[in-house]
Structure formats: C-alpha cells, structure tokens
C-alpha cells in the first residue's frame, strides 16, 4: 500500500496503536544491543516460549533502549488497563517469576518503575495506562518521573526508545511519526523548514555545535541541482553509544528527519554512513528502509507533493577518521578515507564534488520534534546558546551507568550524582571526561559547570558527541591521556605529519613517563608538541588528539610530576610503577594469594607472614584482590 | 571576486591578481615569495599532507592554518607566509620528519633552512618513506598505471605495492624514483652480465631494471644500432599499446634515431 495522504498514515497509525496499546497483555523486552550482551535475547526467547506453552493471552514484544543500562536485561509488562511496570536484571529464575504471576493474574513482585501514562511528545498529549482503579501494589512501585535517574531527563530523541518496536514503522506513525513529513510536503517550502530549523537553534550534536539551519541554509544557496544528506552514523568515541541506541532503537526518526533535510537543501538521495560494528543497526535499518520504501514514504513522489528521495546505506570499514565528513565522503566514494583541508566545506562542495549537508543522527532525529512543535518550543529549553536536549552516555565509575537525555544546560555535578547515582565503593570522584578522544578532562572542582558547548570549551574540552566518563581516585589521569592519545595513534590515517610522527611521539613520551623514564623536560616537550599538533594538523582529529594530553597537564599536573620525579603513579594503575608489597602485621598466612599468583612470586609458610618477590611480581593484581585480610599493599 | 574571473588580495605585503582557482602556493611563486614544500610538485595535484607549506590566512573575522599548495585563493582573504607562528610550526614539522628519516638530504636542506637539529629526545627511525604520496599521485596521474598506493594507516603509513608483493601493474618507468623527495625507493639499472639477488633469494640476470620497493624487475630493452639498454621493455610494450605506435617505434634508442 502506498501512503499517499494524512488519510492513509491514519489508517498506520491505527494499525501501530493497536500494537502499542493492545487490549492484552504486552510484554516488552529491551532488544538494544547492550541488553542483548547481558542476555536479553535468551529472556525474550524464554518469555515467549513461555507465553505460548501456558497459553497467556500476550504479546511479546521487542523494544530499544529506555537508557537504564545498568539494570539489563530489561522486561515491561503492561497488563490492560494498568501502569505500565519495569522489571529489571531479567534472568530464568525471575522470568519463571514473571510467567507463574501472568497465568494466576497476580502482580509480579520487584518492579522498579511504573509509568502510568505513554507519552506522545509530538501531539503534546499523554495516553494514560491506567483505566479505573489500580492495585495497590502497583501504586507503591515508585513512579518513573521520581525515580533519581529519570527525574531531571526530557527526552526529544530518545522519546520513542524503549516504547516502540523499532522493527514495526506502523508503532513509529502511531506516536507521529511521519505526520511531520507528510505537513511539509503539503504545506511547507523547503526555506520554511530552513527558517525553523535556524529558530530553533539546533546544532550539530555529532560534537562541532555548528548552526544546523545555517548548514542546510548554506547548502540550499550553493549552486547546482545535484545535492546530497549524508547521515554520519560512523560513532567512534570510545564509551559513546548515543547514535547506536538511537538507530537501534527508533531508526525512522533519523530517516524521517534526513528526508525532511533532502527537501528543504533541493537533494534527492541520501545516505547513511554507518560503522561496521553495529551489526544490529544495519539489521533495523535495512528493515526500517525497506518498510519506509514499502509504503511509499521513500522513494518516487512521496506524498504525491512531486519530491522525491530514496536513502542507501554506506558501511564503514574498521577507521574511526571516517567520522571525520571529508574522509566519510571518500569513503562512501570508495576512495581511501583521508581527510582534505576545508574549505571548500561539503555545504559547498561534498560528495563527488555536490554540496552536501552531513549531519549526525542525533542532529537528524531531533529534526521532526521542532517541526511539529515549533521552534520556539525547542529554544526554550536549555541555554542561550545551546538549545535543546543532548544525549550522552553515562559510563565508567559511575553507579546508575545508562544512557540520558537532558536539557543543556543540566549540570555536571546533577548528571554524576542525582541522574547517575554518584560514584560507587565509596570512592571519590577525581575527573569527568567529555568529548571522547578530542575532548577533556574535566577536574572535580568544576562539576558545577552546565553542559554547553561554550562552556565546556572553554574549560578545556568540548561537549563531542556525549561520551560522559566518570573517573574516581583510581583512576591515573596520565595513564587516561595515554590511552586517548594511543586510540588516535592507531586510529590517524597517515596523510599529515603533525598528525601520522607527531602524535606517535607524544604516545611514546607518555609511554616513559608512565614507566618511569619521564623527566621534567618532557612535560615541556609534551606541551610544545601538543599546541603545535593542534595548530597544524589537517583535520579535526589531529586538532583535538591534545586535549586529553593539555587538559590533564592543566589540571592534574601533580600527577605527571609523580611519575617523573618520585617515579610513583598516585593512583596505583601505572604497573612498572607499582609495588605490590605484604604487611607482614596483616598476613594471617591463609595463602590465598598463593593460589591467585600466576607466577608463584609469593613465599611464605603456611599460617607465617608471606611476601612477594618483587623481581618475579608482573603487578597483576591478582593477591590484592584476593586477600581477606587486606594485607597487600599497593 | 572581479568579474573577469580574477581574484585580488594579498600574501604578505604584496598584493597580488590572479585567475580564478589558482592555488595560494601558486599566486606566492608568481610574486616572487618562497614557501617550502615537500609533497607537492607542480605536475601534480596538491595533496596538502607534509603541511610544510602552511601559511596563515585570514578571510574576514576568520583566521586559519592551511596548506597553501591546497587552498584557492578567495577575493580579499590576507595571506601570511613566514610569521614567527608559521616558522615555529615549520620547524616542528621539519623535526619531527627529520626525526623519522635523518638521512634523507631534503629533511637536512629544511633544517638547515629552517635552523634546527633533529630533536635528540626522539630514537631516530630511519625510515626515508614519509608519506608524501609523490610516486603514488605520479603512478596514477602521470603514468597511469596505479602500480602502488598506500598502505597501512597512521604512522605506518607507507607507500606500496599491493599486498607488499610483487607489483602488477608497474612498468618500471621509474618515475616514482625520479620524483620521491627522500630517495626511499631503490631502484638500479644493472647491466649485461651483472647480476643482482633480491631479498627473496630469487636472481636477476642483467641488463634490467630492479625496484626493490614494489619487489618488481624487468629486462631492459637493447637499441638494434648501438645495443645500449635503454629502457625496461615492459615499459616500451605498454607505451606502445596507449599511444598506438608502431611495433618497432622503439627498435632503435632515442640517441641513434636520424
């Protein structure tokens, strides 16, 4: 069937609300790639088996991500006419749990959140799940909106995430999907969805921050009847998995919003760039495409408005510089992925010489959002020059890890502690790192810094495409520079020296310094380096290699000067500069250690003192671990 | 811009008018104004990798690094060649290549140029390749065979036969060996009775042509007048087939010809 007016979408929409809200039971499985490495595919199989064995009038359904990573595997149950409940850290036992309390129609035990009504951002209304009275039981569930992690989010492009079913595009229409699409191509010209888009002041949220409306405005202006969208799904940040859960979760919004795009800059094809290790987003694209082409909402003549626009799908190859768009543009040109100076910008001239706008996923998914709300809905929230919602990806030492949304403008110190729980083991918090291998470490004093790109640029590091990391006081922050700087090391494609020798020879400093061969001429010379790398470099990934290594150097000074001058790494991670060492006082000689050692450097008789023969040790940790007595000292 | 398709604005003092597309690189030689490069040769198109030849540029509020050989100049944009920034990085660059491959005398000439030494806090390398892409640019636009190419990526970056065999498609010309800055690429011309055993073990009888980088050796072609091995006949063979000369055009070596 072709969809060919709001009159057709309706009837989707119908289909799509009747999956969504069925009269039966629903039973929604979190199907995003993190659940299924904890092993949501074996509960979804097990739920499902067990649905049909007991003959339980249910749905089993798939979902994306609602964000609660650290509570995966994840299982909603809606039971008609009640709120809807999470379950979480599904595995047999509590799926057995699950079905025994479906088939006797008793509320399961253990929830850990309750939504009582679906959101429907896009009409600005809520469906309630709850039809006359509720149990009690249910009621005593604490409610999403109060629960800490989600309390201070608003999500715009994670909305559909965790409540749709990503493979079905009928669900994606049910809550608005593609009524934006089909508003436009009626009623709007492409400089209406220009002047919108520059209203709103959205920008780029691949990390750069650029004027979105200004690109497609730039775009439009430029000569030629040849233009190209390029979607930029190559995330590469290491901890960053923002574009990943989008694209597995909710992929017709990034499509909806790229078409929006080829209309209003005058393009015809798009395409998206993704990288080779998402298996499972190739896998929900290539259905979401071939759905979307189905009924006609890709394609020739969409919405009979004469506009036209079809969307292949470019993989990437293993290079985290094809993130970079001069690269990405050879790429998808089959040429070697090697950046070229701008100008000319792709706005201007792109994809085989055509001006092309390239933009993120997230920038793309926010994009029917502000054109069914409006522009000055959107600008409302966050700060004056950073507009909007950004996603980022909570990870490292941090006790609710997941993936949020929050207006900018949120403060660091209410992402680590209020939405992420704080730092866990009763450790304390040292750094926060934004921006992934181009950005900064951001030190403790500083939590109180909003999330905007000007400010967090200012600080030393940039907003990037929302990999948070959270560091506590184990955490060396030269061991993190020469992490960062040996990922861009691998990851340099060659073409530049400041670049291909120069970032080689800051890893090769940060390698003797954190083995103990450092001097105080170092530091300067790594210093140097890094200003000089970041003013000659060609391209963007050179330009922003040294801000792990300035930032740290700015902040955490003390400890470079550790490792040089007392040959000590102060948060005992730097192995050659760590001794393992047994308190004779607090061996209780149980032996333990003995057993863990893999290269037997412990000594000791039974019930007597033990010790470690510091030739033979590989600091492995193994006996500090182990020790019950905590006699092992680092 | 002007209407004729000229474009006017300034590279230091100077203020220079030139056609539309021309490179800033380009509009500095025909003022008289050096800037060093490495990368880049005229017969080529820019590749704007060595980065030596950055200059500063500013086009309104907006001031950039950028690789002159790579940058068409924009009417009214003020270009700056030699500032104590642009000599500093210059240097850097200069080090850091010189670091890489010490032997190299073009890296020696800079440095002198330049008045630097190599870093001694960097182990030297001694790899002559730097990535400039010369040969690879000259294989595939002036030859036109595309024998090699990159391989590798980031600091490994080397210039290459595929796979790091024997290259297919080279016909020895020789010109990546005229044309690489360095002298990282070995190649020998050995003559009657000679012989020469490559690194595989495998020998070559003379008179031919070897390049060890792209593990290639060809049988060079004999003048029928003065019996001078001239050229790899390979090379003849393929010259012949895409100019569409006669079978004997090249019977005869260029010096014996009437």
């Known amino acids: 069937m072709k969809v060919s007016s709001v009159r057709d979408l309706e009837k989707l929409k119908a289909k799509g609300m009747a999956t969504l809200c069925p009269d039966k039971i ?36 798939k979902t994306g991500c609602i964000g609660l990573c650290h509570e995966e595997p994840l299982v909603d149950v809606l039971l008609p006419g009640s709120p809807r409940l999470t379950y979480s850290r599904m595995n047999q036992e509590k799926v057995a749990a699950l079905l025994e309390g479906l088939r006797n129609g008793a509320v399961i035990k ?99 921050g650029f004027l979105t409306g200004r690109k497609w405005r730039i775009c439009r202006e430029a000569e030629g009847d040849e233009k190209y969208i390029i979607c930029n799904a190559d995330e590469g940040d290491p901890g960053a998995y923002m574009d990943r859960s989008l694209l597995e979760g909710d992929p017709h919004t990034v499509i909806e919003g790229m078409i929006i795009a080829g209309f209003a800059i005058g393009a015809q094809q798009g395409f998206m760039y993704v990288r080779a290790e998402y298996p499972l987003v190739l896998e929900r694209l290539k259905k979401a495409l071939k759905q979307a082409e189905g009924y006609g ?25 094809c993130g970079e768009e001069t690269a990405l543009i050879k790429s998808i040109e089959g040429e070697w992925g090697e950046p070229r100076q701008r100008p000319p910008f792709p706005a201007q001239s792109g994809l085989w010489g055509k001006p092309t706008v390239i933009n993120n996923v997230e920038t793309f998914a926010n994009v029917a959002p502000i054109m069914v709300r409006g522009a000055s809905w959107f600008s409302s929230l966050g700060t004056k020059q950073s507009k909007g919602t950004k ?59 909003p999330v905007d790109y000007e400010v967090l640029a200012e600080a030393g590091s940039i907003m990037g495409s929302g990999g948070l990391i959270v560091m506590d006081d184990r955490t060396c922050m030269v061991d993190v520079a020469k992490y960062f700087v040996s990922f861009l090391a691998d990851e340099s494609c060659g073409k530049c020296t400041p670049c291909r020798v120069g970032i080689k020879r800051m890893k090769d400093l940060l390698e003797d310094i954190t083995e103990g061969r450092g001097s105080r001429e170092d530091l300067v010379l790594l210093e140097n380096m890094a200003d000089a790398i970041k003013e000659s470099a060609l391209c963007g990934l050179g330009k922003t290699a040294p801000n792990p290594v300035l930032s740290t150097l700015v ?80 | 811009m002007e209407s004729n398709g000229m474009i006017s604005f300034k590279i230091d003092a100077i203020a220079v008018t030139v056609e539309q597309g021309t490179t800033i690189l380009e509009a500095a030689q025909q003022a008289g104004i050096s800037i060093p490069t490495l990368c880049h040769h005229e017969a080529l198109t820019p590749y704007g990798g060595c980065r030596l030849c950055i200059v500063e540029v500013a086009r309104g509020d907006n001031r950039q690094i950028v690789s002159a050989c790579a940058y068409a100049a924009e009417e009214g944009i003020r270009v700056k060649t030699a500032t104590d920034r642009i000599i500093r990085l210059r240097r850097f660059i200069v080090g850091l290549l010189l670091a890489e491959a010490p032997q190299a005398k073009v890296l020696q000439e ?28 000259a294989c595939r636009e002036i030859v036109g065979v595309s024998a090699i190419d990159f391989a590798k990526r980031g600091y490994e970056k080397q210039a290459a036969a595929p796979y790091f ?48 980088n792209w593990k290639v050796n060809f049988e060079m072609k004999r003048c029928k007048e003065c019996g001078e091995a001239f050229a790899p006949a390979f090379q003849l063979e393929y010259i012949k087939k895409k100019a569409q000369l006669a079978d004997d055009f090249f019977d005869v070596c260029v010096n014996c010809r009437p």
Do not use: W
């Open chain 1, 555 to 634: 902040y955490f000074k003390d400890e470079y000067l550790a490792h040089i001058k007392d040959k000590r790494c102060p948060a005992g991670v730097c192995k050659a500069l760590i001794t393992y060492t047994i308190d004779r006082k607090m061996c209780t000689g149980c032996g333990a250690c003995v057993k863990v050692c893999p290269v037997s450097a412990i000594e000791g008789e039974k019930k007597q003192p033990h010790m470690i023969v510091a030739e033979k040790c590989i600091k492995c940790g193994a006996c500090f671990e182990i020790c019950p007595a905590e006699a092992v000292v680092k």
């Open chain 1, 26 to 61: 629903k039973i929604m499985v979190g199907m995003a790639t993190c659940g299924q490495s904890m092993g949501a595919g074996a509960v979804f199989d097990a739920i499902a088996a067990g649905v049909k064995k007991n003959k339980i009038n249910a749905v089993v359904k």
């Open chain 2, 110 to 137: 800079l440095a002198e140029e330049l008045g630097i030494r190599a870093p001694a806090r960097f182990k030297p390398r001694n790899e002559l390749c730097i990535a400039c892409g010369r040969c690879i640019r």
């Open chain 1, 110 to 208: 253990g929830a850990l959140g309750r939504m009582d009504e679906d959101e429907f951002l896009l009409g600005d209304t809520a469906r309630p799940y709850k039809k006359g009275k509720v149990k009690k039981e249910i009621l005593s569930v604490p409610a999403y909106k109060d629960l800490s992690f989600y309390k201070k989010q608003k999500k715009i492009a994670l909305r559909n995430c965790g409540t749709i079913d990503p493979e079905d595009i009928c669900e994606y229409i049910a809550k608005g999907g593609y009524f934006s699409l089909a508003s436009i191509l009626a009623k709007k010209s492409p400089e209406d969805v220009i002047a919108e888009v520059e209203r709103s002041g959205l920008r780029g949220r691949g990390g750069a």
């Open chain 1, 391 to 449: 996603v980022f990806s909570l990870v490292g030492k941090v006790n609710r890890i997941g993936l949020v949304e929050v207006p900018m403008g949120t403060k660091l110190k209410q992402l680590i502690y209020d939405i992420g729980g704080g730092i866990p083991n009763g450790r304390a918090l040292k750094a926060v790192q934004t921006g992934g291998p181009s950005g900064g470490c951001i030190p403790k004093e500083l939590i109180n810094l």
């Open chain 1, 297 to 321: 909402l890709l394609g020739k003549n969409i919405f009979n408005s004469g506009f036209s626009f079809t969307i292949t799908i470019s993989r990437g190859a293993g290079a985290f510089v």
């Open chain 2, 165 to 212: 065999e024997r290259s297919e498609d080279c016909i020895g010309c020789g010109t990546c060996y005229a044309i690489c800055p360095t002298g990282a690429i070995t190649l020998r011309d050995i003559a009657e009775g000679e012989r020469f055993t490559q690194p595989d073990g495998s020998v070559v009888d003379g008179p031919a042509r070897i390049i060890d």
